[in-house]
């Protein structure tokens, strides 16, 4: 079922704060559907994480009405425990995204303290204002509600040209802070070896890319192409390898670190109860 049709008015905001039309990427916008992964992704370095450790705090927080704030293709509604009434929202950037209702992270459709928990996995990246973003998810949440939150720290550019910050643990624990949240947990997600094992997936990705768009036609809406782009088929014969290659830096990535280095973090920060909403601007 999609969701209804952005109003005119809501159009006009959207345009003016971010992407709301798939022809405004540069690239196709692939999406993922389900909250699993294996070593034959070239992201599976950090996915791994992502799966388990999202996986055990909805376990642990999720109960009554969850937001899921830039769902895409709500790969971890159904990690959901039992009961939860989900709630998916996003902007009409993808093709493959399939929200309940079309909605910006800056600017929420929704009564204050509406749910239990609100999830934001990856979205934080692409917004203009974040700290506004995360104003509006704490002034949904109920009091005593968790958010639950994940960004990265090391990564290349991707869903250009809106790919505009990372974050440390630091810069996540302020943004909670910031909107009236106690941070719970701020877990790294890949040490060194992960980081440096996925930025040679991804150089050799982004060659790939280069070489499937020479020669191709030029368009002024990427998303309109086959739904697998061409340059991905490149590295379908270097899948097996890939996996061995992933599976040996996840073992390096094992041992003991300094911590100096992560690929993303994931936050989790409680609105206290009896807090005072923070309106965003």
Same mark, same amino acid.
């Given at each position: 079922?999609?969701?209804?049709?952005?109003?005119?008015?809501?159009?006009?905001?959207?345009?003016?704060?971010?992407?709301?039309? =798939?022809?405004?990427?540069?690239?196709?916008? &692939?999406?993922?559907?389900?909250?699993?992964?294996?070593?034959?992704?070239?992201? +599976?370095? *950090?996915?791994?994480?992502?799966?388990?450790?999202?996986?055990?705090? $909805?376990?642990?927080?999720?109960?009554?009405?969850?937001?899921?704030?830039?769902?895409? @293709?709500?790969?971890?509604?159904?990690? $959901? =425990? =039992?009961?939860?009434?989900?709630?998916?929202?996003?902007? =009409? &950037?993808?093709?493959?995204?399939?929200?309940?209702?079309?909605?910006?992270?800056?600017?929420?459709?929704?009564?204050?303290?509406?749910?239990?928990?609100?999830?934001?996995?990856?979205?934080?990246?692409?917004?203009?204002?974040?700290?506004?973003?995360?104003?509006?998810?704490?002034?949904? $949440?109920?009091?005593?509600?968790?958010?639950?939150?994940?960004?990265?720290?090391? +990564?290349?550019? /991707?869903?250009?040209?809106?790919?505009?910050?990372?974050?440390?643990?630091?810069?996540?624990?302020?943004?909670?802070?910031?909107?009236?949240?106690?941070?719970?947990?701020?877990?790294?997600?890949?040490?060194?070896?992960?980081?440096? @094992?996925? !930025?040679?997936?991804?150089?050799? @990705? !982004?060659? &790939?890319?280069?070489?499937?768009?020479?020669?191709?036609?030029?368009?002024?809406?990427?998303?309109?192409?086959?739904?697998?782009?061409? +340059?991905?088929?490149? *590295?379908?014969?270097?899948?097996?390898?890939?996996?061995?290659?992933?599976?040996?830096? &996840?073992?390096?990535?094992?041992?003991?670190?300094?911590?100096?280095?992560?690929?993303? /973090?994931?936050?989790?920060?409680?609105?206290?109860? @009896?807090?005072?909403?923070?309106?965003? !601007?």
């Amino acid at each position: 079922m999609k969701p209804p049709a952005l109003p005119p008015a809501q159009v006009a905001v959207a345009t003016s704060s971010g992407p709301v039309r =798939p022809d405004q990427y540069r690239h196709h916008l &692939a999406r993922r559907t389900k909250g699993v992964t294996s070593p034959f992704e070239p992201d +599976w370095l *950090l996915q791994r994480h992502l799966v388990r450790d999202l996986s055990r705090a $909805l376990a642990s927080f999720a109960v009554g009405r969850v937001l899921d704030v830039g769902c895409g @293709g709500r790969p971890y509604e159904n990690r $959901l =425990p =039992p009961g939860v009434r989900y709630v998916g929202v996003d902007v =009409p &950037a993808s093709r493959a995204s399939h929200p309940d209702t079309w909605a910006l992270a800056e600017r929420l459709p929704f009564a204050e303290g509406s749910y239990d928990l609100v999830l934001c996995t990856q979205v934080l990246e692409h917004l203009q204002d974040p700290a506004v973003a995360t104003g509006e998810m704490a002034r949904v $949440l109920r009091p005593g509600g968790v958010l639950v939150l994940t960004a990265p720290q090391t +990564w290349c550019l /991707h869903e250009e040209p809106f790919d505009f910050f990372r974050f440390t643990r630091f810069g996540l624990e302020r943004l909670a802070t910031g909107a009236g949240l106690d941070p719970i947990e701020v877990r790294p997600q890949g040490g060194f070896w992960a980081v440096a @094992g996925i !930025s040679i997936i991804m150089q050799l @990705g !982004s060659y &790939a890319r280069w070489l499937g768009e020479q020669g191709a036609p030029t368009t002024s809406a990427p998303q309109a192409n086959e739904a697998v782009p061409g +340059w991905r088929r490149l *590295l379908w014969p270097l899948r097996a390898p890939m996996a061995l290659f992933n599976l040996a830096f &996840a073992a390096l990535d094992a041992l003991p670190q300094p911590g100096a280095f992560a690929v993303n /973090h994931m936050l989790v920060a409680r609105k206290p109860i @009896g807090s005072v909403v923070r309106l965003a !601007s």
